[in-house]
């Protein structure tokens, strides 16, 4: 699983990232300085995904802007989310595109977990 989370950060654009199952981080490369956005990504986008549930919407994205920074948050299987985070000038098209490349591959490895 660290695997492909690293592989989602090689990318110029993706400063880091962390996969969430229920409301708890399970693997993550955030940088130790920007743990205070996957904090605030992880409360965010745990409510955002419980509510869009609780509502029957089909939404599985969002994005937040954290002063400089973006998080965006892609729900997988059930529970489980990937969080990206990035400059909030970076193309949300690139980072969803390359989620969407890595996806089947995430999607298998959360489920080994």
């Known amino acids: 699983m660290i695997e492909l989370l690293e592989a989602v950060d090689e990318l110029d654009f993706i400063e880091g990232c962390c ?3 229920a409301d708890q981080v399970v693997f993550s490369t955030f ?44 729900l997988l299987e059930g529970n489980q989310i990937l969080i990206c985070l990035s400059s909030k000038h970076t193309n949300i098209v690139n980072v969803r595109n ?6 089947s591959g995430l999607q298998q490895q959360a ?3």
């Open 19 to 21: 996969l969430m199952q």
């Open 111 to 113: 489920q080994i977990v």
């Open 31 to 74: 940088p130790a300085e920007r743990r205070n956005h996957e904090t605030i990504a992880k409360k965010a986008f745990n409510y955002v995904f419980q509510n869009a549930a609780k509502l029957r919407s089909a939404h599985d994205e969002a994005h937040l802007e954290i002063g400089e920074k973006r998080v965006s948050g892609f």
């Open 98 to 103: 390359n989620v969407r490349e890595l996806h």
